[in-house]
């Protein structure tokens, strides 16, 4: 196949000869309940095969979580629900006290597999909160499996509002860098910054999107950029390295990210990058906006109290398993960055657009 190269122009998107996509949108569900058992897209596949897999077992959750087959905290939030479920849907306990035990074991593994996303810890809060409204093991069971069905349809629901609240912010045109891959690949369904784009679209605006690869695990790459070719909707891949670059001479007019946790102080945790983003976007006066739901604000906590991942060296020096550094060599490879309210002009949620000051629009709108 031949690959092509795209040459920029100083000039903003815009040509009334350029057909209007379709929104014929990329509707599979990342991580659904089917059955007694959770079905998952198996991301580390992507995108050159998309396939489904199945678990029975909450370990088996567990692990896709910590492998990254499932990946980006709202989806990564309903995937641990579910995997309480499958301990729920599992266990032998006869009584009560015994199905609890069951499940906070299940609990404190799923817990135990990422420490920045905070929708994964809202998830598993919210199945064992219901878990204990039961009266019986038989009520507990049905109550849980219904819950995460629950979820699983209010996370569409809850993107489809983000998207449309965000899709004002953008103009007829506009050019939008993103990072990583907040969309229907990130959540169950629909997505949060490619909710967004994907809302503008829907409104029939023309909207081109900027994809930086997104090392090291290249979810840019691999998963925005399929998206948004699965969608028909204009995308352009670059390196990170180029990011500086392209908002300096003017070929970004919005940056719309995703968000694993906004603190009650108004501060964004979202993928590695993001903050060189929200640096250059400020330098150059281009807005920039993380898109959320409500389940990724963490009013418990101020930003210097989260602790950032840090994942294995391999991902770093090593590309499709092929080694790419010399062995031997010391790696630091946080997962995520940390983005100061000072740097961000709004935050998109379902609720509503919250607006400096963040700390105070976070309690009015999200608590």
């Known amino acids: 196949m031949k690959l092509k190269v795209v040459s920029w122009e100083r000039k903003r998107f ?14 599979m569900r990342t991580v659904t309940w089917e059955d007694g058992k959770v079905k998952m897209i198996d991301q580390t596949a992507l995108p050159l095969k998309l396939s ?7 370990e088996e959750v567990a692990n896709a979580i910590r492998t990254m087959v499932v990946r980006g905290a709202p989806a990564i939030g309903v995937a641990a629900a579910m995997g309480l479920a499958l301990s729920a849907h599992r266990s032998k306990a006869a009584k009560l006290p015994e199905l609890l035990h069951d499940m906070e074991s299940s609990a404190g593994l799923l817990r135990s597999t990422r420490p920045t996303a ?39 629901q809850t993107n489809r509002r983000l998207g449309k609240i965000g899709a004002e912010l953008i103009d007829d045109g506009d050019t939008v860098l993103t990072q990583c891959n907040a969309g229907a690949l990130a959540t169950v369904g629909y997505g949060t910054a490619l ?42 891949l670059i390196s990170d390295t180029a990011v500086g ?5 003017g070929r970004v007019d919005k940056v719309v990210v995703g968000a694993d946790r906004i603190t009650n102080d108004g501060y964004v945790f979202n993928k590695i990058g993001t903050y060189q983003e929200a640096v250059l976007a400020s330098r150059h006066g281009v807005p920039f906006f ?38 031997g060599v010391p790696v630091a490879n946080p997962a995520f960055d940390m983005t100061p309210p000072e740097l961000v002009t709004g935050i998109i949620s379902d609720r509503g657009l919250l607006q400096p000051p963040l700390a105070e629009s976070i309690q009015r709108l999200i608590s």
């Open 14 to 27: 815009r040509s009334p000869s350029l057909e209007r996509p379709v929104a014929n949108f990329f509707t």
């Open 52 to 58: 489904h897999v199945f678990f029975t077992k909450p």
């Open 118 to 156: 905070v929708n994964l810890f809202w998830g598993i809060d919210r199945v064992m909160n219901k878990v204990r409204e039961a009266k019986t093991v038989r009520e507990a069971k049905e109550l849980v499996e219904a819950e995460v069905k629950a979820m699983e349809e209010e996370d569409v």
């Open 195 to 236: 909710g967004v784009i994907r809302a503008a679209v829907e409104q029939g605006k023309l909207v081109k999107v900027l994809v930086p690869e997104t090392r090291p695990a290249l979810q840019g790459a691999r998963l925005t950029a399929f998206e948004l070719a699965q969608d028909g909707i204009d995308c352009t």
């Open 245 to 249: 670059h392209m908002i300096s001479i």
């Open 290 to 327: 993380p898109a959320a739901p409500h389940s990724t604000f963490d009013l418990s906590r101020g930003h210097d109290s989260v602790t950032i991942e840090e994942r294995s060296a391999d991902e770093v020096v090593k590309i499709s398993g092929k080694r790419i550094a010399p062995k």
